[in-house]
């Protein structure tokens, strides 16, 4: 009964560590980006260039961005053809955005297993709606200098 014990707790032990390796593990992940254009999409882990380009704005320092932006193991641009390679842990997201289009977000996982191709669609255009209204129902004023 003992040896069971020991043998189940070993076993137990050796279950976590492996669950924890793999959800560390770091991998290379190649695949294929494109937009209507074929021009530069931006491909970053965890959108971590987007949440830090905000702060750079919101505090004017943009030497933590620049230093990130150059990071190879956080952001990255396909080739000509639509190539990416990067560098992500398997629990990552990967970010594929550019201006203007509908920002897309694959699992580190799924795109390995799965084989994901990115196709970036245009955003759409929202025509402008004319106003129909004959009354106004507040009164707004707004004062400006140049």
């Not at 190539?83 to 203007?100: G, P």
């Not at 990115?118 to 129909?132: G, N, Q, S, T």
């Amino acid at each position: 009964m003992k040896y069971e014990n020991i043998l189940f707790k070993i076993l137990l032990i050796l279950t976590t560590l492996a669950a924890k390796c793999y959800t560390s593990q770091t991998v290379t992940v190649r695949g294929i980006a494109r937009d209507s254009l074929n021009n530069l999409i931006a491909i970053s882990v965890n959108d971590t260039i987007r949440k830090f380009r905000d702060k750079a704005f919101e505090n004017k320092d943009w030497k933590e961005y620049d230093a990130l932006d150059n990071n190879k193991n956080l952001f990255t641009i396909p080739d000509s053809v639509g190539n990416y390679v990067i560098t992500a842990k398997v629990t990552d997201t990967l970010y594929f955005s550019k201006r203007k289009h509908v920002t897309q977000k694959y699992k580190v996982a799924d795109i390995v297993r799965n084989n994901i191709q990115v196709y970036l669609k245009r955003a759409p255009c929202i025509p402008d709606k004319e106003c129909d209204q004959k009354t106004p129902s507040k009164l707004y004023i707004f004062v400006g200098k140049k």
